[in-house]
């Protein structure tokens, strides 16, 4: 397979809050006043550290003390930080501070090295389903299907965060925010930015972590946790694939190692304006910053 397009540090830091809170946030921009997502993205009190049995990996995530492998019976014992998700499937409540949202289906967590400037993390709770490579899990139609609602709920979720993230600078969001300070109904107010068109969604071709997740990112790579090559690359190539696009056909040539690993070791392109940039990675981090101040002010 191809190298790894992660780090241990590719995932997440987020409050908890209960699915219900997810039927009280809107499409809207978010007013000066706490709001359902505020409440729900909001920082909760730290919870009480988890028991010996849990260890941290080298970046500072939670991971267990103990190896998991296949065994006889076919479940999956603990392994080093590359497995670290499955702590958030097993035992979500132990992180308060990282879990966005639990269903019986799938845990949402906020990556805690994001890799722009909304970075959620995706994963299912299925143990037929969360070992095996995510274009091989997707080939189950229903369990696709069950990603897809999961994700496109997410996406509104991450929409709603990119939005009050950046909308008190966007010039298309200006009149809808202004009305909204003003008390105009919701049925009433103009139309503003669509900030859901500014969430991506999908999974890297060669998953560096062992459990299947799905990233649900804005289009921004505006973090400085933005660092290296496959950083960019594995998301601004085909090396990302998007969630849209799965099931994957047999002979695409996204299921091809040496395709992907040529991926990764292109030469740097904006994902805004197409400029190159060779292997010259600090010049592109600049350039970004330019790039995000106007694509925030759309």
Known sequence: MAEAAEDPQDFAKSPTAPSSHLHEISSGPQSKKRNAFAELMAPKPK??????????????IPSP???????????????????????????????????????????LIRDGFPKATVHLLLIPRSPDH??????????????????????????????????????????????????????????????????????????HAHPSMDHLHVHIISRDMHSDKLKHRKHYNSFNTPFFIPLEDCPLAEDDERRNTSFQNGNLAKGFVCWRCGQEFGNKFAELKRHLETEFAHWKSE
Request: avoid cysteine; charge should be positive; hydrophobic fraction near 35%.
């Open 130 to 203: 969360y070992d095996l490579h995510p274009l091989q899990a997707f080939q189950d139609k229903d369990f696709l299907a069950m990603m897809r609602d999961e994700a496109a709920s997410a996406a509104r979720l991450a929409a709603a965060e990119l939005q009050r993230n950046i909308s008190t600078f966007s010039v298309s969001s200006k009149a809808r925010n202004e009305a909204m300070d003003k008390g105009v109904p919701f049925d009433q107010l103009p139309q503003g930015r669509d900030y859901l068109s500014d969430i991506r969604i999908g999974v």
């Open 65 to 107: 003390a103990h190896k998991r492998t296949k065994n006889s019976g076919g479940k999956t014992t603990r392994s080093k930080w590359s497995g670290a998700l499955l702590e958030y499937i097993d035992h979500p409540d132990r992180f308060p501070q990282q879990v966005i949202r639990v269903t019986d289906k799938t845990v």
């Open 47 to 60: 919870a009480a550290r988890p028991d010996a049995s849990s260890s941290r990996s080298p970046a500072g």
